[in-house]
């Protein structure tokens, strides 16, 4: 997306106290749409997990692959449930490089990711960004933005990119896939990427999450096999539920030397049958 300068996106009444993911995030990615203590936490971050800038941008570059794949498949409406800061290219620029009719809603709870998505979609038709919790589905779905913009008896592409795993309850977690998934039709697809707890980086994905605590919206990491069962009843696009950086690759980029593991995020694309 394009960038405005700091004094227009800073809304009031913003806790700059404690680091926020979406900004942590932004700033991992290059972005400037971060505070001094977002900085200082991705300082103690890299500590902890030496690979958290391949982390952040194998997701960004999946969410990317994901979306455009998903554009092909047809998707012409696209919710990004806890889109975070819009760093680089939005889902809506995605998705109308393969159809300009294309309708996208973003949401997110934090205040500053809100304010400048607003910026950015200033003038821009069919896209809107909600202030919400993406565990709440009911608000979210029932939000005037989200029915302008989105006709739910048409197929959506629901988006959970790096964003899951900041619901701490497991069930609830579990409950908003799942209640999304039952309010769109067959045809509608689900691109997720979440932090796992399997692998060979156990300690560095403990050690981040045990430091997100400190943060406004401390995150859980969680096992394979819970992440794929959010995908029962999908019909699951290949290659399957694998590490962000492994997920149709584009050949010839190649962002980390280390194993997949090193991506840390589990992710997969599936379609409502």
């Known amino acids: 997306m394009n960038t405005v300068s700091a004094g227009e996106w800073v809304p009031r009444h913003v806790d700059v106290q404690r680091a926020n993911p979406a900004r942590v995030y932004d700033y991992l990615l290059g972005g400037n749409r ?3 203590v977002d900085r200082e936490f991705a300082r103690r971050a890299v500590e902890a997990m030496p690979w958290v800038r391949d982390l952040a941008r194998h997701n960004r570059r999946f969410l990317g692959r994901a979306v455009r794949y998903c554009a092909a498949d047809g998707a012409r409406q696209f919710l990004d449930l806890g889109s975070g800061m819009p760093t680089g290219l939005g889902v809506h620029e995605l998705a109308r490089r393969q159809d300009p009719t294309s309708r996208v809603v973003y949401v997110d709870r934090e205040p500053v990711a809100v304010a400048h998505c607003e910026v950015v979609l200033a003038g821009v038709p069919h896209a ?3 202030e919400a919790d993406l565990a709440d589905p009911d608000h979210v779905l ?3 933005t989200t029915r302008r ?12 990119a790096s964003s899951l795993h900041f619901v701490l309850d497991a069930d609830r977690a579990a409950a908003t896939v799942a209640a999304y998934l039952d309010a769109v039709p067959p045809g509608s697809h689900l691109v997720l990427s979440h932090l796992a707890d399997d692998g060979d980086t156990g300690r560095e994905v403990s050690d981040l999450v045990e430091l997100s605590k400190t943060t406004s919206s401390a995150g859980v990491a969680r096992s394979r096999e819970w992440i794929a069962g959010l995908f029962d009843g999908l019909e699951v696009v290949e290659p399957g539920l694998v590490y962000t950086s492994q997920w149709r690759p584009e050949e010839g980029i190649s962002l980390v030397t280390g194993p997949p593991s090193h991506a840390s995020l589990l992710a997969a694309v599936g379609r409502k049958p």
Request: avoid cysteine.
């Open 149 to 160: 913009l989105l006709d739910l008896d048409r197929p959506v592409a629901v988006v959970l």
């Open 128 to 130: 809107g960004v909600v």
């Open 142 to 144: 029932g939000h005037p």
């Open 34 to 36: 971060n505070f001094a």
